[in-house]
């Protein structure tokens, strides 16, 4: 594997989420993530209890390759940083154990700059130092 530093890939994988251009973010993307990496999300509560009220025994969300991560990338920025003027940033905490990247993040208004919000980031990397599966806890 080659050498990566965890707080810049921290870095790098935040900022995806809030550039505006959709080629640039694409861009972004196709930089951090191998082709067929898989985006794991573990939904809020609310979420969560609403899919158990429908019957569903899990409620992992998943997405998966470029194009399905570019839209999952795309969609987190319009609702967030569009429409509620909020900013995402990765805490100082990113630690690497061989191909596993661990770190916390944060949501930020952008108007008052208040901590709204965060979770838990855990990157499992491939060979090229790329994101091979990727497990988002927000709330965490």
């Given at each position: 594997?080659i050498e990566i530093d965890a707080q810049r890939l921290a870095d790098r994988y935040m900022a995806q989420w809030t550039v505006p251009d959709a080629a640039e973010r694409r861009a972004a993307i196709e930089r951090l993530w191998a082709k067929d990496a898989t985006h794991v999300l573990h939904?809020?509560?609310?979420?969560?209890?609403?899919?158990?009220?429908?019957?569903?025994?899990?409620?992992?969300?998943?997405?998966?390759?470029?194009?399905?991560?570019?839209?999952?990338?795309?969609?987190?920025?319009?609702?967030?940083?569009?429409?509620?003027?909020?900013?995402?940033?990765?805490?100082?905490?990113?630690?690497?154990?061989?191909?596993?990247?661990?770190?916390?993040?944060?949501?930020?208004?952008?108007?008052?700059?208040?901590?709204?919000?965060?979770?838990?980031?855990?990157?499992?990397?491939?060979?090229?130092?790329?994101?091979?599966?990727?497990?988002?806890?927000?709330?965490?």
């Amino acid at each position: 594997m080659i050498e990566i530093d965890a707080q810049r890939l921290a870095d790098r994988y935040m900022a995806q989420w809030t550039v505006p251009d959709a080629a640039e973010r694409r861009a972004a993307i196709e930089r951090l993530w191998a082709k067929d990496a898989t985006h794991v999300l573990h939904p809020p509560a609310k979420i969560r209890e609403i899919a158990a009220e429908l019957g569903f025994d899990h409620t992992t969300l998943e997405a998966q390759g470029h194009d399905a991560i570019e839209s999952r990338v795309a969609r987190s920025h319009e609702r967030f940083v569009e429409k509620m003027g909020l900013t995402f940033r990765p805490r100082a905490d990113a630690v690497r154990l061989h191909g596993v990247v661990r770190f916390g993040w944060e949501t930020v208004s952008t108007e008052t700059g208040d901590v709204v919000g965060g979770g838990l980031e855990i990157l499992v990397l491939d060979d090229d130092g790329r994101i091979k599966a990727d497990y988002m806890f927000p709330g965490a």
